[in-house]
């Protein structure tokens, strides 16, 4: 299996390898493809929550609080309307009824 990585990337996994007592980084490689083989290593994916500035914070509260009072919400009642309205060609239709 050729795998292409950076040489940095292999420098750094390698000598992360040694220091975990393993010989090589091939040997810790294949203990960790044979692990994932047979099922016992599993793994996921999570993105790093993002953290809102206090201006933020407030600017979206105020969104929510608009939206539930039926403030600020647009509709167009098509694509070619609602084009027109970002690229600024006519006003935008505003919804006259609180949303439920």
Do not use: C, T
Request: charged content about 30%; glycine content about 4%.
């Amino acid at each position: 299996m050729q795998i292409p990585i950076s040489k940095n990337l292999r420098l750094q996994a390698e000598k992360a390898a040694i220091e975990q007592g393993f010989s090589s980084l091939q040997e810790s490689v294949r203990l960790f493809l044979k692990k994932l083989a047979s099922g016992i290593v599993s793994f996921s994916y999570q993105e790093k929550p993002i953290k809102l500035s206090a201006k933020a914070e407030k600017r979206y509260a105020k969104m929510v609080e608009d939206l539930k009072k039926g403030k600020n919400i647009y509709y167009a009642k098509d694509i070619n309307d609602l084009m027109a309205q970002l690229n600024g060609n006519i006003l935008p239709r505003q919804v006259s009824k609180k949303l439920s």
